[in-house]
Structure formats: C-alpha cells, structure tokens
C-alpha cells in the first residue's frame, strides 16, 4: 500500500506541473432527474444535467468554444465555432486534448479519451435564471503544458457553485499540437507569426465566456481566472498579453508565474540552469520547429513539410519524434511579438499588461515530489555542485541555504529549486501588481493533505491545495481517492481557502466574517498569509532566499560575455 501511495504521490506531480490523475468519475455528478436542461448559447442550445453531488447546480459539459483543430486548421489558431440548431448534449466531458499515453510505467490510471478534436469547457451554475449576473471563476488546468484538461474530477465545480459563483474549466491544445512554431507556419496565419497555440485557445475560451456566460447566470463584467502550476504560468501569461485586455477582472495563480526570460521565434533563451536542459541545440521557437521538421523527414522551412506532417497522427509524430531523439521542451512558450509583444517582466511594468486585483501565492513543500530524484550529497559536493551550474550566484545561493544543506543536502535542494520556479515568481508577481496600483494577496500553503499510508509526511506538496479549493474530495475524489482520510483540519482548511477564494471572485477582496485578516501585499512589509489549521500572517517571508532569486530572474545565471557589461 505504501509503495502504491507513493506511486499516486508521485504520479500527481509528474514533470514539474502539477496534474491530478485521476479517473473521471461523471456519474456522480449526473441528474437523477431527466428532465431537459437547456441554456441558449450563441452557436445553438446544450442541454446539461443536475449535480447530485450538489443539489441545485446544473452542469454543462463538452460545450465546444472553437471549431475542432484537426486537418488543415492543425497548428492554426482557433477558428469561430460552425452554429448548431438542435439541442447539444451537453451531459458528457468531451475528450482531453491530444497528449502521451500515461498507461506505462507507474502510470496505469483510467482518464478520459484523448483526441485533437477537443477545444471544449465545462460550466457548473446554480443561478436561477440569466438575469442572476453571479461572479464567474473560469479555471485554467495545469500538467506542464503537455497534459491535463479541464473535466479532470478534481476540478469538479459544483461545491464552489453551490457559493453563489458560475465556474468554468476549459481545455487547450497541448506539447506539440499547441506550442508548435515553424517559418511556414508563420507564413500562413493571418499575424504572420506561429506558436503558442494552446495559449490563443485559452484567449477564444475566455471570449467564448464574455458571449455566452450571461446565459448560465453568469457576469461577464466579473471574471476571475485562476488556475495552478502550468495553469498560473498560463493565469500570468493572460494578465501579460494584450490579446486579453477586457477579458478578465480579476486573477489567481496557484504555484506557477512567468517571469524568466523567454526566447523569441528567431533566439534562444538560456532558461534556469538548475533545471534540466533540452537536447536541442537551438531553442529558439523556428529552432525547435525546424529541428522537429527535420526528424519527421522534411526540409526545415518548406512549407511541405507542414503539410506532410499535418497527414500524419499525432501518434505518429510523437512515436518517431521519440525514435529520433528529439527532446522537445516542456516550456515552449515564446514572445512572438504578438501574443506577446516583448518579455513579460516588460509587458507587466510597462502598462500593456492587464492591470488587475490578483491572488498569487504557493504551497511550502512544492519541491519534495517534484525532485524525488534528488540524493543527500555531502555539504562540500552540494557546493561544488552549485558552482559548476551556476558560478556567478553560487556563493549567493550557498549563503542563503547553508542553514539548510548543514541539515539535509537534498531539502535544502529541494528547496532551493521551488523558490527558484515558484517563490520568487510569485513574489515578483505580486510586486508587478503593486506597482501598477492594483491589489495583491499573497499566501503559502501549509497545510499537509493525507496521502493513504503516507498520512501526512510529504508535507503541503505542490498542487496539494487544489482539492482544498474545490473542496472536491467530498465526490472521492482526493488526490489519492481516500475522502475518508480527511479530518476537521482538512475541512477546516477547506472551508477557509474556498470562501476567501469566492469573496475575491465577488468583490476583489477575498476578507468575510469569520476569516482570519488577510492583508493586502506591499512590497515594504512582504506579508503572506499562511494558509493552514489556525491560518495567520507572517511577514518578511523567506525573504533573504528570494532576494538572491530575484536577482538571478533579472540578470539572468550566466556570467556576463566580454562583449557586455
């Protein structure tokens, strides 16, 4: 049984961002009632179903917000939805978007289909009628940018419903069918730019939201994005992108930002050595298209080579992409000079940015499942260690976490490398929201969920907290499938983090009766609420550690060349 926990613990945290897997248990949210739910989108009627899980929630599943990106429309950006006449069933999650089979080693859960046909969301709404105007929380999934979806049972809806908001969870095209750049297909779209695919989905999903929610009950003058790890990263890149300018209201990004510096389509970005580097020599958006090209057998900047390659299966490509060796990044992200006219630490100081009322904060153990890998090392090999990837700020690094590595060089590693990819991003963030005037709620989950025979010795692992804020455990559907582990902390915590969730959708401030005072960020007194059993503030938080990393985010690890100062 501990081996298995173990496995699932592991599983949950796979590759960085976090993504739940778990099977998708639909049933439990069906109506007992049958009787025809029907909402009137702009494209044509859905018919949804009632929430037994929560009495008084309709549900909509499968609703499509783009025409499938299948055939010729593979690697375009999304086109307008083709109309329908007769009632959609809207009663079935529509297939997750194209991604690697987790069917293999430790992986042998049961999810949902995958397809490329699979632009689709998800609404839960309790309003009474269309003139309700509810609060509305469109939630982004997380899963590295390379799996994941929206219908994932964790993500479930209806208990946040149930508190008078409208929720929304969304899918968009992931790895190489969504973050796919290549000069030809540059040369085809109607911005002359490619890339990042899977983001302008996440664009199309929030407009879909603007026309259509007010038929669910929802506010479309009242929108929150949120979403964790991969989907804050994504949360942070719609804040920074002018494409989603009048979109949103309000954001919350659970363990994830977007502050490192990212290549263009024509130059790499050296991205943060403590990580694992891709095999590619060039990393530079045209750089990893044109290397994909050349393994998949065509000329780097035909334009048949697109079109071949739009012949073959996604199977296919990954299956000889894979034979050749082709290690393509998790974080295929880049400034095409329209998503994304310049870097985003650029776009958020220099008011083209959304300038929005945000929630940003992380979990305390982010790192102890997602670098497992990690060994104890002797103290004077963990320094040489940190020299050898990183000699211009490895004396920093070895200041701020010798305390640590004296203890345990793998912890200390550990965490070292989620202050890096989370703690400084998030402060950084939250200092970028300062400055524009808007407000900033920071926090640190502490809270340990229960792991079946693990109990609670992981600590507040990295996408521990998503169940706390759907409160979704209660269908069974916890990270491990064990709601009967939960005890009147878990529920405690539960009901504290979602209702300071819900306020901030509503009002933009997430203070209520009963809640322990969260106070607004500053950069001046850096205070965070921690997020546990008896939730408090504390101040100055883990600052001398983030100081060192916010250096390194902006001038970057390597040491300067001759040729600059």
Not at 76 to 89: E, F, G, S, T
Not at 450 to 465: I, K, N, V, Y
Request: proline residues 5%.
């Amino acid at each position: 049984m501990q081996n298995r926990s173990l496995t699932l613990a592991l599983a949950s945290a796979f590759s960085f961002i976090f993504i739940p897997i778990i099977g998708i248990d639909q049933t439990a949210e069906n109506a007992g009632n049958e009787a025809e739910l029907v909402v009137h989108t702009v494209h044509g009627p859905v018919q949804g179903v009632i929430s037994d899980v929560a009495p008084g929630i309709r549900v909509f599943r499968g609703i499509p917000f783009a025409a499938p990106p299948v055939g010729d429309r593979r690697w375009r950006n999304p086109q307008p939805v083709q109309a329908w006449h007769d009632v959609r069933d809207a009663t079935e999650f529509a297939p997750r978007c194209y991604q690697p089979s987790l069917d293999q080693g430790f992986y042998s859960m049961e999810l949902q289909p995958t397809s490329e046909d699979c632009l689709y969301l998800n609404v839960w709404t309790g309003a009474s009628s269309s003139d309700s105007k509810l609060p509305v929380m469109v939630w982004i999934h997380g899963g590295a940018f390379i799996m994941g979806s929206g219908s994932e049972a964790i993500y479930r809806g209806a208990r946040l419903a149930q508190d008078g908001v409208v929720v929304v969870t969304v899918n968009y095209r992931l790895g190489l069918m969504g973050f796919f750049a290549h000069p030809a297909l540059s040369a085809e779209s109607e911005f002359s730019v490619s890339g990042n695919q899977g983001l302008y989905d996440q664009v199309a999903a929030l407009k879909w939201v603007q026309e259509n929610v007010n038929a669910f009950g929802g506010d479309p003058d009242n929108v929150t994005i949120f979403g964790e790890s991969a989907g804050s990263m994504s949360v942070c890149y719609l804040v920074a992108t002018p494409l989603a300018k009048g979109l949103f209201l309000k954001a919350i990004g659970q363990s994830g930002g977007c502050f490192a510096k990212h290549p263009t389509l024509t130059e790499s970005a050296d991205d943060f050595q403590l990580m694992d580097t891709p095999s590619l020599p060039d990393t530079s958006g045209y750089g990893i298209g044109k290397s994909v090209a050349t393994a998949l057998g065509g000329e780097t900047n035909d334009a048949r080579a697109i079109e071949r390659m739009r012949e073959m299966s996604a199977e296919e490509i990954t299956a000889r992409l894979a034979e050749a060796q082709v290690n393509v990044p998790w974080r295929s992200i880049f400034v095409d000079g329209v998503m994304f006219p310049a870097q985003m630490r650029m776009l958020m100081s220099d008011g083209r940015a959304n300038q929005v009322d945000t929630i940003i904060g992380s979990t305390k153990d982010e790192g102890v499942m997602l670098w497992p890998q990690v060994e104890e090392a002797p103290i004077e090999e963990w320094k040489s260690n940190l020299h050898s990837r990183t000699p211009k700020f490895a004396e920093s690094l070895i200041q701020a976490y010798s305390d640590d590595a004296t203890k345990s060089t793998k912890l200390a590693t550990q965490e070292l490398m989620s202050d890096a990819l989370f703690g400084a991003e998030m402060r950084t963030w939250a200092q970028h929201v300062e400055m524009q005037g808007k407000k900033a709620f920071v926090y640190v989950f502490n809270h340990a969920p229960p792991l079946d025979e693990l109990g609670r010795s992981l600590g507040a692992f990295h996408g521990g907290e998503i169940q706390y804020v759907f409160q979704s455990h209660a269908a069974g559907n916890a990270v491990d499938g064990h709601p009967e582990l939960w005890d009147e902390s878990d529920k405690k915590v539960a009901n504290v983090m979602r209702q300071y969730w819900v306020n901030f959708a509503k009002t933009g401030d997430p203070n209520g009766a009963g809640l322990p005072e969260w106070p607004q960020y500053t950069t001046s007194t850096n205070q965070t609420l921690a997020i546990e059993k008896d939730s408090h503030v504390v101040s100055d938080f883990r600052k001398a550690k983030l100081d060192v990393f916010e250096q390194i985010m902006r001038t970057g690890f390597a040491e300067p060349s001759a040729d600059h100062e």
